[in-house]
């Protein structure tokens, strides 16, 4: 099994075969980024967004995670958060 790091604290675990796939699909991914101005920023004095789409700089980060380390992951299921 390989987890795999999106950022924003998520973390997904898929096995080794798709983790393959989806690494070359994440890197022929444009990173995709909105920027809000206000009509007090903007040059036309109306507020709008900006979109940008370029290629991404980071890859998410992948580790193996041992078959015995996610079964038992599994059993012990989503955290109590206090």
């Known amino acids: 099994m390989v987890n795999i790091n999106l950022g924003y604290n998520t973390n997904i675990v898929v096995s080794k075969e798709d983790a393959m796939a989806l690494a070359g699909i994440l890197e022929r991914a444009y990173a995709w980024e909105e920027k809000w101005v206000s009509k ?29 380390v996610f079964e038992m992951a599994k059993l012990a299921g989503k955290p109590i958060n206090k």
Not at 43 to 68: C, K, W
Request: charged share 25%.
């Open 40 to 68: 007090s920023d903007s040059e036309t004095g109306e507020s709008h967004t900006l979109y940008f789409a370029f290629p991404q700089e980071n890859m998410p980060t992948m580790r193996i995670v041992h078959d015995r």
